[in-house]
T-cell receptor, first 113, second 112 residues
């Protein structure tokens, strides 16, 4: 079955540091890949997505590239801000299935001023 | 445009009580889902629907029922609440299988 493995947290960085959160997946075929962000006390918000190999999703300075050869979708940001402190979830959705999102366990990011 | 609306935001139940968590979306999305979020376990799928009148079980369906009589609404029923159902519940909707989901703000449920 489908599964998503995320880098375990928590991750603590200083403001303006470089961020990488690793995500690898197991799935048949060609799933769509997503990163969601959850701020304290809120629901999940879609951060970015990629629907085919070599696609790069980007939003708010965050980027992730769909790497089929390494089954990865690592999240990166060049300079984090305190406001980026949140929990980040990697997820996949098989394009040919009515099934829903499969999530990783989430990575807590704290950015210190 | 309200998106996905969940009610209530907080609820405390006694063991054995029943209740319904409400979910409504105004985006005319065909796909809707219920997830529960527990510490260290990410989000797990409870039930989902691919359109009005069509529902199916997810990863952790036991103790929950759903129905989808309209495109807009997808209520989740707890039949007889148990402490193991203490969790944060999220409803989500999606336009199609290659798209991401839009999530509600969640219902925090405590069963004592």
């Amino acid at each position: 079955g489908n599964s998503v493995t995320q880098m375990e947290g928590p991750v603590t960085l200083s403001e303006e540091a470089f961020l990488t959160i690793n995500c690898t997946y197991t799935a048949t075929g060609y799933p769509s890949l997503f990163w969601y962000v959850q701020y304290p006390g809120e629901g999940l918000q879609l951060l970015l997505k990629a629907t085919k190999a070599d696609d790069k999703g980007s939003n708010k300075g965050f980027e992730a590239t769909y790497r089929k050869e390494t089954t990865s979708f690592h999240l990166e940001k060049g300079s984090v801000q305190v406001s980026d402190s949140a929990v980040y979830f990697c997820a996949l959705r098989h394009s040919g299935s009515a099934r829903q999102l499969t999530f990783g366990s989430g990575t807590q990011l704290t950015v210190l001023p | 445009n309200a998106g996905v609306t969940q009610t209530p935001k907080f609820q405390v139940l006694k063991t054995g009580q029943s209740m319904t968590l409400q979910c409504a979306q105004d985006m005319n999305h065909e796909y809707m889902s219920w997830y529960r979020q527990d510490p260290g376990m990410g989000l797990r799928l409870i039930h989902y629907s691919v359109g009005a009148g069509i529902t199916d079980q997810g990863e952790v369906p036991n103790g929950y029922n759903v129905s989808r009589s309209t495109t807009e609404d997808f209520p989740l029923r707890l039949l007889s609440a148990a402490p193991s159902q203490t969790s944060v519940y999220f409803c989500a909707s999606s336009e199609g299988t290659v798209y991401g989901y839009t999530f509600g703000s969640g219902t925090r449920l405590t069963v004592v």
